[in-house]
């Protein structure tokens, strides 16, 4: 999805908070500023669908949670808020969320060619920071193709490309599936 910068105006977060649910569009939240987030393509919908349908038999008997697009992440207390593609919470904490998730195990973002660098850029530097995430995905809309990122040891990340005819594992769920099912029904 593509964020668009809204009038320079600035809020707090509790501003933010009580003001972007009576708002048509969702909005992100960066250090003051909201941006609101536009419609993406067909093939961003069916991947993000795709990708829900193939872990929430896992998640949920794991005892986990799995949202699509409408759920937003806090990164820090601070700032900022964004609505990844798919978001998977483990937390007991964010079972029962209401507002947002907090403490997100895995968290993907569907690349168009307008979200790929802020995807891999602002976004990826700051989820890189949630204590709680122990993988990153970043799925191609324009190719077989899929980036993991997974915690290693300390403050470092591990880099694992997919590309088509491989498995992706996803160790934070225990759990491997074919990347042509992020892919069923997308025409190139």
Known sequence: MLAISQEPSRMSIK???EWEPQQDLRHEYINGEVFAMTGGT???ND???NLYRTLYPQVRSRGCRINVA???VQVTTNSPYYYPDVVVSCDPQDLNARKFIQSPTIIAEVLSPGTSARDRGEKFTNYLTIPSLQE????????ISVERYARGEGRMWLY???IAGDTINLSSLEFEFEIELLYEGIVF
């Not at 990153?136 to 190719?143: G, P």
């Open 15 to 17: 501003e933010y908070l």
């Open 42 to 44: 067909l093939a961003h």
């Open 47 to 49: 991947i993000t669908l």
């Open 70 to 72: 409408d759920v937003k």
């Open 136 to 143: 990153y995905l970043l799925i191609n809309s324009d190719k």
């Open 160 to 162: 694992y490309p997919y």
